[in-house]
């Protein structure tokens, strides 16, 4: 490998940053919102609190199918074929956005059965539908945005994440308020304003894509072919992505089980902890990219380089906030609430907290390695068996039936971390320990076991 090609933390950085960006910055756009309707009225933000998350559910179909056209494109553009490259964004586009409209009328005639099944208070349930009737529309937007930005940063354009994800925060904000308080549209504002500010930033990265990707494709009866290697990719990462959330939800039921002041302290490091996760995925994704570009190029040593200077900067991109976490952490919290016994049991979770990323940083340098090599089956099957085999009875005995509160629930996700790793070596060593040669052929359909 010549010097220039030589994996450094430098260009792995170069790739990531902007994805950390647009990462954080698509949280402020959820924090915007809440301050904003927190500011209108508790009913609001209750409203708000219950929605929001049923359209992120929704958002799995296209986030799953964005990875799969990332992979692909990354793969493709390390062969220097851009024909095929065109092929991939056009089918993954043509799906993503049929899977847009067709989980966004389903979301527009669900949306009130849907909360009342959540238990939502009778009041909240009118104003909680018109909201997701609202970002139903906003499905086949995201569909184009996340699809372009996945191809996009498959040849390394990670910027137009950072720019895309800019633009939305730029529009939402001013929107919101207007909308909001000037309008007196409320919770249906805030969802108009996603909206709009969804739409100017799938135009944003449609108009950019038209002069970065290529715009030539293979015939159609090829492109079927290209929509089957996509859906082998994607459908794991749906699977994934939908179960994770699935815990999510159970994890805070067990905090709420604990006890309101658990359950308000549980939300707060757990908002702690995404922020961190966000600089650990970023640093991931930017590794899947450039190790898929290698194994196009049938350069498995080169992609197993990538990996392990990926892992070098994975490690200080927890390392550093979780430090100034530590050395922050009660003041911070402090501003969040003034609930004493929240401050107390927020901080003291707060260092088993951060020691349970520990694990992931190996893992997730583990599964970026897989996921560029197509091998997504193998990543859900890690994660699913770690979750049940270990999170989710650990955190049930440990922090409710054993009364070690929200300890208990990190411990759990300590135990979860090294299962996740130890599943994933085991992958990782099978596909790629000391094998040079084994990275799919540049036009090969990935390995799917």
């Not at 065109?86 to 993503?96: E, F, I, M």
């Not at 859906?231 to 699977?239: F, K």
């Not at 190029?297 to 550093?320: C, K, P, Q, Y």
């Not at 000391?434 to 090969?444: L, R």
Request: charged share 10%; hydrophobic share 55%.
């Amino acid at each position: 490998m010549n010097e220039r090609a030589r994996p450094t933390v430098r260009r792995a950085w170069a790739l990531t940053y902007p994805l950390l960006i647009a990462g954080l910055t698509q949280i402020v756009v959820n924090v915007v919102d809440t301050a904003m309707l927190a500011r209108l009225s508790t009913d609001a933000l209750s409203a708000f609190a219950l929605a929001a998350p049923v359209y992120l559910v929704a958002l799995i179909v296209v986030r799953g199918w964005a990875t799969a056209v990332q992979v692909q494109v990354a793969q493709r553009h390390g062969a220097g074929r851009p024909d095929e490259v065109a092929a991939t964004v056009r089918a993954g586009l043509a799906v993503s956005v049929g899977a847009g409209v067709a989980v966004g009328v389903l979301l527009y005639a669900t949306a009130a059965p849907v909360l009342a099944l959540l238990g939502a208070p009778d009041g909240l349930i009118a104003p909680g539908a018109a909201y997701l009737r609202v970002m139903a529309f906003a499905m086949p937007f995201a569909a184009v945005s996340f699809t372009l930005q996945g191809a996009c940063a498959g040849i390394g354009a990670t910027r137009v994440s950072m720019y895309t994800a800019l633009l939305v925060n730029v529009v939402n904000l001013p929107l919101g308020l207007l909308l909001i308080f000037r309008a007196g549209l409320g919770v249906t504002g805030a969802a108009l304003a996603t909206l709009a500010a969804t739409a100017a930033g799938s135009c944003y990265v449609a108009v950019y894509s038209r002069t970065h990707l290529p715009q030539y494709g293979k015939t159609a009866d090829q492109a079927v072919g290209v929509t089957g290697r996509l859906w082998r990719i994607g459908w794991p990462e749906m699977s994934t992505s939908g179960i994770g959330y699935l815990n999510e939800a159970l994890l805070a039921g067990f905090a709420a089980r604990m006890g309101t002041h658990d359950l308000a302290a549980y939300r707060i490091v757990d908002n702690l902890i995404l922020v961190i996760f966000t600089f650990l995925g970023s640093a991931a994704a930017a590794v899947m990219i450039l190790a898929g570009q290698e194994l196009g190029r049938g350069n498995a040593e080169g992609a197993t380089a990538w990996h392990r200077t990926g892992l070098r900067l994975m490690l200080i991109m927890v390392a550093v906030p979780s430090a100034l976490a530590l050395a922050l952490g009660r003041p911070l919290i402090s501003l969040v609430t003034d609930d004493p016994q929240v401050i107390d049991r927020a901080w003291t979770a707060t260092p088993l907290a951060l020691l349970s990323l520990a694990p992931f940083v190996v893992a997730m340098s583990h599964a970026a390695l897989l996921r560029a090599a197509g091998d997504t089956r193998a990543v859900m099957f890690a994660s699913v068996t770690s979750d049940y085999l270990l999170l989710i009875p650990l955190g049930w005995l440990l922090g409710v039936h054993a009364g070690l509160g929200l300890p208990g629930i990190y411990l759990a996700w300590i135990a979860f971390g090294l299962l996740y790793v130890a599943l994933l070596q085991a992958r990782y060593r099978r596909r790629f320990a000391g094998t040079a040669d084994t990275s799919p052929a540049p036009a090969a359909a990935p390995a799917d076991g």
